[in-house]
Nanobody
């Protein structure tokens, strides 16, 4: 049973933008710290951006100033706005949810593919 569903990936030219969505299915995302991770072919999965249940945000240095994470609590959705995309940004982007104070309750979505190419 999917608990997190990502969408919004696609093909974009360098310098372009995409907005990824992570929708909670069954999970109430307000109760979770949310992270976006990406995994390029042959590489390990890396954390890109995080938002706490109290909306404290943190960003990997490689995406600061270009990516923005946000929540829409009414829609039970977390967004990742990606601007000024670079050739080093592609990969499968995954949403992760960890229950506050109970990090063993840890869920992943199925991922959405982001491709940056001219």
């Amino acid at each position: 049973q999917l608990r997190l569903v990502e969408s919004g990936g696609g093909l974009v030219q360098p310098g372009g933008s995409l907005r990824l969505s992570c929708v909670g299915e069954v999970l109430i995302l307000d109760d979770y710290n949310i992270g976006w991770y990406r995994q390029a072919p042959g590489e390990e999965r890396e954390g890109v951006v995080f938002i706490s249940s109290e909306d404290s945000e943190s960003y990997a240095d490689s995406v600061k100033g270009r990516f923005t994470i946000s929540r829409d609590r009414d829609k039970n959705t977390v967004y990742l706005q990606m601007n000024s995309l670079k050739p080093e940004d592609p990969g499968v982007y995954y949403c992760n949810a960890q229950l506050v104070a109970h990090s063993h309750y840890d869920y992943w979505g199925q991922g959405t593919q982001v491709t940056v190419s001219s």
